[in-house]
């Protein structure tokens, strides 16, 4: 939990949530990721956020590992986010163009790409 809550103002972004599991209803915690404070930039073309999230990078890692393991994670659980695997094939993409001889990879969109050497 601590990358999802670095800090005390980050706790309102965590909730507990029902959910449906073979076992029955359960509760599971969630973190919310809200559009609020300075910077936030809503209604990008996923090109755009490509690009950003490719070239970003935190006190936790970089933004393109952290959207790579967040759709792979969901795929192991079944579960196909239709709208952040078009984006992590844009962020892979940009990460073959800016380090073209550095990223291994058998097909350019056929698997995601984050082993970079």
């Not at 601590?2 to 073979?22: F, G, L, M, Q, Y």
């Amino acid at each position: 939990m601590r990358r999802e809550i670095d800090d005390h103002e980050s706790i309102s972004s965590v909730r507990w949530v029902p959910v449906r599991t073979a076992q029955g209803s359960l509760r599971a915690l969630g973190f919310w990721v809200g559009v609020t404070g300075r910077g936030t930039s809503l209604g990008q073309p996923l090109e755009k956020v490509a690009w950003v999230l490719a070239r970003a990078c935190g006190h936790v890692g970089s933004g393109a590992e952290y959207l790579y393991n967040t759709v792979s994670h969901l795929e192991e659980f079944g579960i196909h986010d239709r709208n952040l695997w078009p984006l992590q094939e844009l962020v892979a993409d940009e990460l073959r163009s800016i380090h073209p001889s550095r990223i291994e990879s058998a097909e350019p969109a056929a698997v995601p790409v984050m082993a970079v050497t």
